[in-house]
């Protein structure tokens, strides 16, 4: 028994040592005296550059912290960025973006007019990732010119509503480095990761999924108010938060009152950009060609009741009308359908369908699917639940072999487009999250306000045909939009506060703009 | 050598299932229908994928693509990553030193260990000490090693705080030389280890305590302690010698068991070895790297069975 104590002594006087030589403390090499150090949750995403970030998680949007793009996102719509100002031509057809002077790449060269035209001229041969000017398989994009050294012209195929903003986000990078690149998926090196964003990054290790990204100096924008940002491995991000390894952290509704009523922390609700919806699947279950059937279907179903019991509160009902209240062209005047077991019988007619849903195994999906099950039957509508792994229900979905679809994703505050290649028909060849649209169903209205307010480029215009259609969607309801999941974050504001939303998208941490100045 | 040819056999099978599962899972790397939380997924049109597809040989027959596959394997090429734009090799070799430090350590440690409470426990046999250790021993034995894994992050990181909550070392640390970053690793790997070696202590006390019961029940051992010398020397004198055969055969054979345990933990731990990168490869379909990486353990296991077979065969006479 000596020999076990003595084993044991001898790794507890291992640990003690360990922590008394107080190894891995972070020694900053900067020499800024106080530098504000903000830590968040890492995990690997790829090497940040337009080309290796990985296709999904938010490696995007650490690449975006080193490459600036011509407008950027802000609270309430696209604001000027790289370009100061622009113009769109009366046809719809040509952009020209006038761009600011004295912005620096981060190896010191100048940015001009030529770096912008390269750059759209490189992804229309290189599509990058996050590449949002292909559409059916085609460039958007016939010409780039450059006018002066800070005046780019850009002669698109076709007028396009939402192309000012894609265009806008697409991500600059620098002729004198890239135009020697002829395979940028294999292109890693420091040159690599060189833009004429706010910042820098400094190190990055694969394994661990670490980043530390410094403020680059010569910034010709919003003075960087974040210093260093690092993204660290965690193992259970509350506990990281709680023992200060990481600066804010999502939480589950369960736990806000371990931070409620107390100075130090503050707690944040996110818009609801990402929920779930139903499917109906026309072409396998004719019943649903009947609007009365799915509206019944939209009676049956208690929105309130999957808020409270399977988003813990953190959500809100979903519209009809397919977009979330706190987007930016959200009609609140459309058709709602209550919780009313009355008068989904009433539709009903004294039929009692058997459906098959299909859903992913996750948690939430089977508990949705539960709840879904008990108010459908009360209505008189049969559910049958079948829960497979998410690969395979993608899959499925991909292939239309479904009755009814149960599915959650994000994107939901995009541009109002999101309504033509979620409802029209042979619309979603750029819809990531539907596979193959709504089977067996097309509504003419439906398709041509779809066509029309895409091309429509007076802006009010355009939104009066959104809210039109959202009208439209939620008397038809071909797709059954469930509720969107706001979900909590919680930070110490004493450390830093300075966390903002873009007018589209759920995260703040994905939001360049959090860790710059105000404007 | 005829051992060796059931080992190849073996090892042929492996890799033809390996070959065929991915394949069989549906759904591809290229759908993405739903999206985390906190992404944002990124589609790539019919015609990008056709392109990957076709780069990648998933678009030929079943037949020609297990040719490639066999013929690649035989020049060591192992495939590329569709989704970390890597060698499937190169991602392996960077991860696979912290796994296999990982378990060798932990392995190492509960065998000794365990031999050593095994010995005193039959020693002692049917007195109070033998029995308290073997229940506790049993109960330790049936716990999956990511619960005491959890346990251990709970009590040693959180509770008291003396040990990092997750990964392999410091990130960005600056180290003046190479001690202290041992010391860091050392200081990371700790609670791992620690998981790893109580989840499989049980097994090798087992083995050990019942394997030195026969030893301690034969002739020479009364003749030693009729000679007068001290249980120390007899217990690990004597009998350990020959008590210690299953045990080190055990200690090859259940490298399985504890690659299977080194997934868990790792993922517990967010270790940057070839467990957390398995399930990340399986949550994203990315064929060529969860190829790689059963590979990596199927040839891991095998080799060590392998050994374990040459090495019984030295250690028992009788075997030949």
């Given amino acids: 028994m000596n020999k076990v104590c003595k084993i044991m002594a001898a790794a507890l006087a291992v640990a003690l040592l360990v922590l008394a030589s107080g190894c891995g403390g972070n020694s900053l090499s900067s020499d800024r005296g106080k530098a504000l150090v903000v830590n968040l949750a890492g ?13 999904r998680g938010p490696g995007m949007f650490k690449m975006q912290l080193i490459f600036d793009s011509l407008l950027e996102r802000g609270e309430k719509d696209y604001i000027p960025w790289l370009a100061e100002k622009w113009d769109v031509s009366a046809d719809g057809k040509v952009y020209t973006f006038f761009l600011r002077q004295n912005v620096k790449w981060q190896d010191g060269k100048p940015m001009t007019a030529e770096d912008v035209k390269f750059s759209f001229e490189y992804f229309i041969l290189h599509p990058p990732l996050g590449d949002e000017l292909t559409l059916n398989g085609k460039s958007v994009i016939e010409k780039v010119e450059v006018l002066n050294d800070h005046t780019v012209k850009i002669t698109v195929d076709q007028p396009n509503a939402a192309l000012l903003g894609r265009l806008g986000q697409a991500r600059m990078i620098p002729k004198h480095i890239w135009e020697k690149v002829q395979d940028p998926q294999n292109f890693n090196g420091p040159e690599a990761v060189i833009g004429c964003g706010p910042y820098v990054l400094k190190e990055y290790n694969k394994e661990l999924g670490a980043y530390k990204f410094e403020a680059f100096k010569e910034y010709w924008g919003p003075k960087p108010r974040v210093d260093v940002l690092q993204f660290v491995p965690v193992s259970d991000n509350i506990l990281a938060f709680d023992k200060g390894e990481i600066d804010l952290t999502v939480i589950s509704p369960d736990l806000l009152s371990k931070y409620q009523d107390n100075e130090e922390f503050k707690i944040q609700k996110n818009p609801p950009f990402w929920g779930y919806c139903l499917t109906f699947n026309l072409e ?7 609007k009365n059937m799915r509206q019944a279907f939209a009676y049956a179903v208690d929105r309130q ?10 959500a809100v009902p979903a519209s009809a009308g397919y977009l979330p209240t706190g987007h930016i062209w959200y009609n609140p005047g459309v058709r709602q359908y209550e919780f009313n077991i009355a008068k989904a019988q ?4 004294g039929r009692t369908p058997e459906f098959t849903l299909l859903i992913s195994n996750s948690n939430d999906e089977v508990r949705i699917a539960e709840l879904l099950k008990i108010s459908c039957a009360r209505a008189g509508i049969g559910l049958k639940i079948r829960s497979v792994d998410g690969k395979t229900r993608d899959a499925a979905a991909k292939k239309g072999e479904y009755e009814i679809l149960l599915n959650g994703y994000g994107g939901w505050g995009g541009d109002a487009d999101l309504l033509r290649s979620v409802y ?13 649209g709504i089977p067996g169903y097309s509504n003419t209205q439906i398709n041509d306000l779809g066509a029309q307010q895409i091309i429509t480029m007076d802006r009010e215009k355009r939104k009066a045909l959104i809210f039109r259609l959202q009208e439209i969607i939620a008397e038809e309801v071909p797709r059954l939009p469930l509720y969107n999941t706001t979900g909590y974050i919680v930070y110490r504001p004493a450390k830093y506060d300075g966390w903002r939303y873009m007018f589209d998208h759920h995260e703040v941490t994905h939001n360049k703009l959090s860790y710059l100045a105000g404007q | 050598m005829r051992k060796f040819g059931e080992y190849a056999l073996t090892f042929f099978c492996i890799i033809t299932l390996n070959f065929l599962l991915p394949r069989l899972i549906p759904g591809d790397p290229f759908t993405f229908l739903a999206a985390d939380t906190d992404e944002v997924a990124i589609t790539c049109s019919e015609e990008q994928i056709a392109r990957y597809k076709e780069y990648y040989g998933l678009d030929k027959p079943l037949s020609s693509q297990y040719v490639q596959y066999i013929d690649n394997m035989l020049h060591g090429y192992i495939g590329y990553s569709i989704y970390y734009h890597e060698d499937v090799l190169a991602m392996i070799e960077k991860r696979a030193a912290w796994t296999v430090s990982l378990v060798t350590v932990s392995l190492g440690i509960s065998c000794v260990l365990g031999t050593i409470l095994g010995s005193f426990s039959a020693w002692k046999r049917n007195r109070s000490f033998d029995q308290r250790l073997y229940l506790l021993m049993i109960s330790f034995s049936e716990i999956p090693s990511f619960l005491i894994g959890l346990f251990f992050l709970f009590i040693g990181a959180v509770c008291l705080g003396w040990f990092p909550l997750s990964g392999g070392m410091s990130p960005f640390a600056v180290f003046a030389s190479p001690l202290p970053k041992m010391l860091d690793i050392v200081h990371h790997a700790l609670l791992p280890v620690l998981t790893l070696v109580v989840a499989r202590l049980g097994e090798f006390y087992l083995i050990s305590r019942n394997s030195m019961l026969t030893v301690l029940s034969k002739d020479y051992i009364r003749t030693a302690q009729g000679k007068g010398l001290t249980k120390k020397r007899i217990l690990f004198g004597h009998a350990l010698r020959n008590a210690a055969i299953p045990v080190v055969t055990r200690m090859f054979l259940s490298l399985g068991h504890v690659f299977g345990g080194a997934v868990l933990v790792e993922n517990v731990f967010r270790y940057p070895g070839v467990g957390y990168l398995m399930r990340e490869s399986v949550m994203i379909r990315d064929y060529a790297l969860i190829q790689g990486i059963f590979l990596f353990i199927a040839a891991a296991v095998l080799t060590m069975n392998f050994a374990a077979d040459m090495l019984y065969q030295k250690l028992d006479p009788r075997i030949r």
Avoid at chain 1, 43 to 55: E, K
């Fill in chain 1, 424 to 436: 029209a028909a042979g619309a979603n060849a750029d819809s990531a999250f539907l596979g193959r």
């Fill in chain 1, 346 to 349: 009433e539709l009903l007619k």
């Fill in chain 1, 305 to 314: 009741e999957l808020v409270e019991k399977v988003a813990r509160g953190a």
């Fill in chain 1, 284 to 290: 396998r279950r004719p019943e649903f060609q009947d």
């Fill in chain 1, 43 to 55: 995990g690997d995403c790829g090497y940040p550059t337009p080309y290796s970030h990985y296709a």
